[in-house]
């Protein structure tokens, strides 16, 4: 029968406290039960503060657990809520505090009409599974189990009053034309002689560009995209998987110079999509992709693939994968074998030894590795860095588990004042993972974009072009070499470097990063339209810095409002947001802001000098010139000498005729003609 129940309406969502039901519209969104009490306790006190002690309390009140649960089923309720109509997200986190529920919400009693109403009494629709993909013809290496049945209801695990142990963290976490005809003439007999061998040749040229997986032209290699595999069982405890077995791919076809491989960072917005081969394609501008699925059901797995030609749309190959979960490791070795026979690609000695299987690390190890990938893909980099320290603790000889928590402590530090210490950490884990695994290319990048943002530029140059050697194809590496020259001040030879990553791959740091060498240069409109299409804290900081400079304050002070209302915690968003005061005529209160952000950049060691530097711009706009001299000293004996912008920024016009401003400009070109003269000794 249909009964009428008491719920909260909010968005396109109703919540059901007492049949534990989230509904988006018709459908019903399933949510493990303390990830449902979360969202309830946040529902119930929308538009407040909810400290995190106070939902500790509430979600678990008669046991003691660890924080990262709650981070979890916050991280786990962002992705199943999406975002509000406006941009917002519905769960807000306040730094430091707790979260606040942003939605206006609606409690809706047992006298709403009819269209409320939800049916019970064998409540549960059990929808089939759609069939996978037939599998390859030949047999499978990896371990062969035919799936169990699937249950109706997957029962919740259990939350255990401790956490001391790993696996009893894993637990907690796991709720959740023909030629032309030769005339007859004389010299039919040559001319025929000579076409023949021509042919001969260019069918062997082609047969060789097909083999190594490049054009006919030999312009560029073939670019491939691995997109996340989507779940099929629609379960958020395993939604995890597809996004880091998807980079786990990817890392291991990074090494490969006949293809270029698309960055985790390029398709982590395909994440549980359906999608349309050929505009994903030229989206991405790719011409292959590899697109997948997968299905948990207690210990078993199945992992279906296919690799997609798009241009004709035509299937290359496809995959299925039945193993057992603790043989997780195995599938990124086996799908990677698959995709180098299905485009016929002869590798070098060197790219054949990469592509030998990883050592086998424990399989919680293996989880907590995938786990912090996914993590710091959605940019909830304390829960990355929490889940690959707990991988490290485990399994301390797995390079890349190294790689990649350097990687999180090097943006935690430069982004949400991590500070000094996680930059150290930072650089003694890629170390650790380089003395593991000395050809890694990603440790290597990784370390070099922490000298860049830690006063070290000239350390980073080495590096990257070193990787470059043996990795000419590799867009990030070439994007971290424009990254370095533009702390330098070698402004043309930055875009030149970011321009040819972005040929080789156009997503390269899209969701991230910006191309600000254009705007050191003074070319403003080039800068805001190379932008990403995206609105992050960091893109929609850039947008407004580009409009401040072209003088339309009004719209800059839109973008900066904006990113500090998204997350208040962010150098860069605090640097807009006192800008946005001072367009408001409120100087002292932007300037108060600044001193904030001073303060904590001095107490916790914060040392990207590019963003200090941005915090003596907005001083010397606001007013202050000794604050904005003593932090533009910083921002250059920390390693930002960008000498050519110095001498044109319109925002250092209040200081330039101050005591001591043309000692710092002297000490800025010194720098920037040595780095010059090193590393482009004829210019």
Not at 184 to 201: D, E, M, N, Q
Request: aromatic share 10%; charged share 25%; proline share 6%.
């Amino acid at each position: 029968m249909r009964l009428k129940k008491k719920h909260f309406q909010f968005g396109v969502f109703r919540l059901y406290p007492t049949e534990q039901l989230l509904l988006r519209e018709e459908t019903s969104i399933p949510l493990a039960p303390k990830t449902f009490d979360t969202l309830l306790v946040l529902v119930k006190n929308s538009g407040h503060l909810v400290t995190r002690d106070e939902l500790m309390t509430a979600v678990w009140p008669d046991s003691f657990v660890e924080e990262t649960n709650l981070t979890v089923n916050i991280s786990l309720l962002r992705k199943a809520l999406g975002d509000l109509a406006d941009g917002r997200p519905y769960i807000e986190t306040v730094p430091r505090k707790g979260y606040r529920f942003n939605a206006e919400v609606q409690e809706c009693d047992d006298s709403d009409d009819s269209s409320d109403e939800i049916q019970v009494g064998g409540q549960l629709k059990i929808v089939a599974m759609p069939p996978p993909p037939p599998a390859s013809l030949e047999p499978s290496q990896a371990e062969t189990r035919p799936l169990s049945r699937i249950p109706a209801v997957i029962p919740p695990a259990l939350v255990s009053p401790s956490l001391e142990s790993s696996d009893r963290l894993l637990a907690a976490i796991r709720q959740e034309p023909a030629p032309a005809s030769a005339r007859t003439s004389g010299f039919k007999r040559i001319l025929y002689w000579v076409l023949a061998i021509a042919v001969i040749v260019t069918a062997a040229a082609i047969y060789r560009m097909k083999k190594t997986g490049t054009s006919v032209a030999g312009s560029k290699p073939r670019a491939l995209a691995i997109l996340p595999f989507r779940n099929l069982k629609q379960d958020p405890s395993t939604d995890f998987l597809g996004f880091s077995l998807a980079d786990a791919v990817i890392s291991k076809m990074g090494y490969i110079s006949a293809v270029t491989v698309r960055p985790s960072s390029a398709i982590e917005k395909y994440r549980n999509e359906q999608i349309d081969p050929q505009k994903v394609a030229a989206a991405l501008n790719v011409d292959t992709l590899l697109t997948g699925s997968f299905l948990k059901d207690g210990d078993d797995l199945r992992i279906t693939t296919q690799l997609i030609d798009a241009k004709p749309d035509k299937v290359i190959w496809q995959d299925t994968i039945d193993l057992k979960y603790e043989k997780l490791l195995s599938v990124q070795d086996r799908v990677a074998q698959q995709i180098i026979k299905g485009l016929e690609l002869n590798l070098s000695p060197a790219e054949a030894e990469h592509l030998k299987p990883d050592q086998e690390i424990s399989p919680s190890a293996y989880e907590y590795y995938l786990r912090g990938v996914d993590a710091y893909g959605l940019n909830d980099f304390p829960l990355a860095i929490k889940m690959l320290e707990k991988s490290a603790a485990m399994e301390p000889n797995y390079a890349l588990t190294w790689a990649h928590l350097g990687r999180a402590y090097t943006t935690n530090a430069s982004l949400q004042f991590g500070g000094l210490e996680q930059y150290r950490n930072a650089q003694a884990v890629y170390e650790k993972g380089l003395g593991l695994n000395p050809s890694l290319i990603e440790p290597r990048i990784y370390m070099a974009n922490l000298f860049t943002d830690t006063g070290r530029v000239e350390e980073a140059v080495p590096l990257l072009r070193t990787a470059l050697e043996t990795n000419p194809n590799n867009a990030e590496a070439h994007w971290e070499l424009g990254y370095a020259y533009r702390f330098g001040g070698m402004l043309p030879e930055s875009i030149a470097e970011a321009e040819k990553a972005r040929a080789l791959d156009p997503e390269v740091k899209m969701n991230s990063s910006a191309l600000n060498s254009y705007f050191y240069q003074g070319d403003y409109d080039k800068f805001i339209q190379s932008l990403p299409a995206n609105d992050s804290v960091y893109i929609l900081f850039y947008r407004g810095f580009g409009e401040y400079y072209k003088k339309d304050f009004s719209e800059a002070a839109k973008y900066f409002d904006r990113a500090y209302g998204l997350d208040p915690s962010l150098l860069q968003a605090q640097v807009g947001k006192a800008l946005s005061d001072g367009i408001a005529h409120d100087d002292a209160k932007g300037l108060e802001l600044l001193r904030q952000t001073e303060h904590m950049i001095s107490e916790r060691g914060v040392s990207d000098a590019e963003g200090i530097y941005k915090v003596a711009q907005a001083y010397a706009v606001l007013g202050d010139k000794a604050s904005a001299l003593r932090v533009l000293r910083n921002a250059i004996e920390g390693g930002f000498f960008s000498y050519p912008y110095f001498l044109s920024d319109p925002l250092l016009d209040p200081i330039r005729h101050e005591s001591g401003f043309a000692d710092l400009m002297n000490q800025a070109r010194q720098r920037h003609e040595q780095f010059k003269n090193r590393f482009f000794p004829a210019r």
